[in-house]
Nanobody, 121 residues
Framework: QVQLVESGGGLVQAGGSLRLSCAAR????????LGWYYQAPGKQRELVAS???????NYADSVKGRFTISRDNNKNTVDLQMNSLKPEDTAVYYC???????????????WGQGTQVTVSS
């Protein structure tokens, strides 16, 4: 099993910044893609940003130029730096990891517990 520990959410004024962090723990053999998703009340969970094992990134159009995703392959962590935050960024943010455990065949998706980000106007 893989456990994901998230941190860094909170309340911030519009225009401010927050940094989310996620650490993957367990008997991890390999991690493929790491990502952050968000889910606003009454809406579906959507991709915010993702990063592959070789550093290729993908961002939702709404966050391009404002958010930056990064990973540390040695520590099995993924961070999301969020700048110029807007009220519409308010949501629960979830870390997602595509990983393979020792003794397991194939990669599986794992989710963090979610961290609330609230941006006030």
């Amino acid at each position: 099993q893989v456990q994901l520990v998230e941190s860094g959410g909170g309340l911030v004024q519009a225009g401010g910044s927050l940094r989310l962090s996620c650490a993957a723990r367990g008997s991890i053999r390999s991690i493929n893609v790491l990502g952050w998703y968000y889910q606003a009340p009454g809406k579906q969970r959507e991709l915010v940003a993702s990063i592959t094992s070789d550093g290729r990134t993908n961002y939702a159009d709404s966050v391009k130029g404002r958010f930056t995703i990064s990973r540390d392959n040695n520590k099995n962590t993924v961070d999301l730096q969020m700048n110029s935050l807007k009220p519409e960024d308010t949501a629960v943010y979830y870390c997602n990891v595509n990983a393979m455990n020792w003794g397991q065949y194939g990669f599986r998706n794992y989710w963090g517990q979610g961290t609330q980000v609230t941006v006030s106007s």
